[in-house]
């Protein structure tokens, strides 16, 4: 295949086509005597692959995949794959756990039960259930966003159901790409009779963002399988 049949059958551009492979996206094409590349049909699979890994994680790290997918034994080429689904099911989760979060602010009352201790979390758990550094936690309190409670004696930090709900909220805020003062700003607002609208419009964006690209990734799956199958056996040589 020619270069700009290649680009005809993948949807991109003969130009996107030759970057790619200079990037490493796709293999080498061969050479004719005379200079000319020749592409075949794995050329296009790889262009298609990329094209839903990266709606699926961004481009920077498609690329980064494809390159090394090639040179990985299927298993590790596979499991990789196999990340990216994990990855966007649990965005996913915590989106819809900041949701839940969201309508238990709005519900509370003055008059709910008082927290157990069952009910609050150490700064290491709450890092682990947000998948954040528990450095990023104290960022944000010192930010504003997030108020844990404390253990006196040993300065120890723990949070509450309320830190807890704030902490759910801020991680998807952040994910979704609002910068520290926009969050603390939504995060302000949420106990105003109108702030909840908007937090929860961006969460809804944010669980849209995330179906579209599960969608993509799902749409390069037969593509993304013949890149994983084309790359060496378990007892290739490394």
Partial sequence: MRTVDVARESG???????DLERLGVIPSAARSSNGYRSYTAAHVQALRAYRG??????PVEARQMLTELRTETIAVAAAAIGAVHVRLARERDE???AQQALRAIQGETDTSEPEQEGD??????????????PSTLRFWEQEGLVTPERVTSLR???YGLAAIRAA???AALRASGYG???VRDIMDSLHRLDGPGETRRILQRRLDDIAVRT????????DLAAVVTSVPGPSAAR
């Fill in 12 to 18: 991109y551009s003969v130009q996107q086509v030759r």
């Fill in 53 to 58: 890994l990266a709606g699926a994680v961004g």
């Fill in 215 to 222: 969608v993509a990734l799902l749409r390069a799956g037969t």
């Fill in 180 to 182: 520290i003062p926009a």
């Fill in 156 to 158: 120890v930090r723990r």
């Fill in 95 to 97: 989106a819809l756990r």
């Fill in 120 to 133: 609050t979390m150490t700064i290491t758990q709450l890092a682990a259930a947000l998948d954040v550094r």
């Fill in 168 to 170: 759910r909220i801020a």
